[in-house]
Every structure is written in structure tokens, then in C-alpha cells.
């Protein structure tokens, strides 16, 4: 079984520019999920997706950070413009409907 | 809001050492607490845990969950410089949204 697929590996950008992350889920996981962990911190939950409805995005920064999971597979994750408190490691999950949990390698964002 | 709190932040030990990681939670409507290895990027899954008392264990690693103390340990014999991770609890609570709050981590280091 393939994993939870992310690119890129890493990203530099300069402060108010945009930059989006791209996943691709294990095949037949319903559910999406995006997690920010910022270094020294646990994984923080930003955005949760149900094929291609949004079950939860109460924790993201929506002036500047937006998601979509186009046709229930894969998905993208943009922020602009960016800030240097965005750097971090995202992580993208999938999980089947029973909740086995699988994360990808993570993007590692470095604004500076 | 579901809280996670771990304890040590960091630990360094000496091979052979054996270790205990505390993980405290509070959440509502808890359904199962999680324990991940996360060396790089990419956390991967080392318990579930849904029922209290009952030990988990994988060769030199296991778990256990008090539902009624809200705490879960995590322990490590006759470690390993293997070992040397970041270990992170998590608790999904009972709802359709299986999402995961986690707790920070502790950092583990594992000298020879």
C-alpha cells in the first residue's frame, strides 16, 4: 500500500509571498487532514476534510491560509501571504472511517 | 477544548536505561489515546488505546491508559540510541470528526 504522498520536501520563501503544499492520500481514505506542527510543538490540527467537504477548519488562519480537496482525492494547501511565524513542518493525513491514521514525510516551510 | 499535556519535555538517558513518558489529557467524550514515534517528519503510530488497564506492548515498548486518572504512560526497557525520537500522545474524542489533538512531545535522547 502506497503512503500518504507530499511534496514539496521543503520550501524557503520571503515573508508576504504565497506558497502552497500539495498531498495526495492513501487510496479509499475518505478523510484529509492538514496539521501544522511548529518546532518544539505537537502536531495542531488546521484543517479536516470528508472527501470534499470541510468537516473542520475552526483553527485555520483564514485571511491567509485556504485548502481544497478537488474530486475527494488529492489536496493543496496555500498561504498568502506568508508570515514568519508559518514556518513549520505540514503534515497531511488520511485516515479510513474506522481511524487508522496515516501521515506523509510533511513539507518544512521556512519563512524568512 | 480537548487539551493534551506531556511530560518530561526532554529526557536524555544512557543505553539500556528504561524510561517512562507521561501523557495527561482532558477531553470530551474520549474515545481512544494514541502514542507516535516521530524521528524526522513523518510520526508514525505506536499504540491505541481505548480501554483502562489494559497494557499494550510491542517488544521493548509499552502502554497503558487510566480513564478514570485521565494519564497514559509509555514505557521504554533496555533502550536503544534507536529510540532517540520525539514521542507524542494524542487523544481523538468520540465524534464524527476523528480528529487528533496532541500534546508537545518529549524528546528523547538515548546516549550509547
Known amino acids: 500500500e502506497a503512503g500518504v504522498a507530499q511534496s514539496p520536501r521543503y520550501k524557503i520563501i520571503e515573508k508576504r509571498q504565497s506558497v502552497a503544499f500539495w498531498c495526495n492520500p492513501i487510496?479509499?481514505?475518505?478523510?484529509l487532514y492538514w496539521y501544522q506542527q511548529i518546532l518544539g510543538q505537537g502536531p495542531k490540527l488546521l484543517i479536516q476534510?470528508?472527501?470534499?467537504?470541510?468537516?473542520?477548519d475552526s483553527q485555520l488562519p483564514k485571511d491567509r491560509f485556504s485548502a481544497e480537496r478537488l474530486k475527494g482525492v488529492d489536496s493543496t494547501l496555500k498561504i498568502q501571504p506568508a508570515k514568519l511565524e508559518d514556518s513549520a513542518v505540514y503534515l497531511c493525513?488520511?485516515?479510513?472511517?474506522?481511524?487508522?491514521?496515516?501521515f506523509g514525510s510533511g513539507t518544512r516551510l521556512t519563512v524568512v | 477544548e480537548d487539551k493534551v499535556v506531556q511530560s518530561p519535555l526532554s529526557l536524555v538517558v544512557h543505553e539500556g536505561d528504561t524510561v517512562t513518558l507521561n501523557c495527561s489529557y482532558e477531553?470530551?467524550?474520549?474515545?481512544?489515546l494514541l502514542w507516535y514515534k516521530q524521528e524526522k517528519k513523518a510520526p508514525t503510530f505506536l499504540f491505541m488505546l481505548t480501554s483502562s488497564g489494559i497494557e499494550k506492548k510491542s517488544g521493548r515498548l509499552s502502554s497503558i491508559l487510566d480513564k478514570k486518572e485521565l494519564f497514559s504512560i509509555l514505557n521504554i526497557t533496555a533502550t536503544q540510541t534507536g529510540d532517540s525520537a520525539v514521542y507524542l500522545c494524542?487523544?481523538?474524542?468520540?465524534?464524527?470528526?476523528?480528529?487528533?489533538?496532541f500534546g508537545g512531545g518529549t524528546r528523547l535522547m538515548v546516549k550509547p
Open positions: 487510496s479509499g481514505h475518505a478523510t
Open positions: 493525513a488520511s485516515s479510513t472511517d474506522r481511524g487508522g491514521y496515516t
Open positions: 477531553v470530551t467524550n474520549f474515545r481512544s
Open positions: 476534510f470528508q472527501n470534499n467537504g470541510v468537516v473542520d
Open positions: 494524542a487523544v481523538r474524542p468520540n465524534n464524527a470528526g476523528n480528529m487528533l489533538t
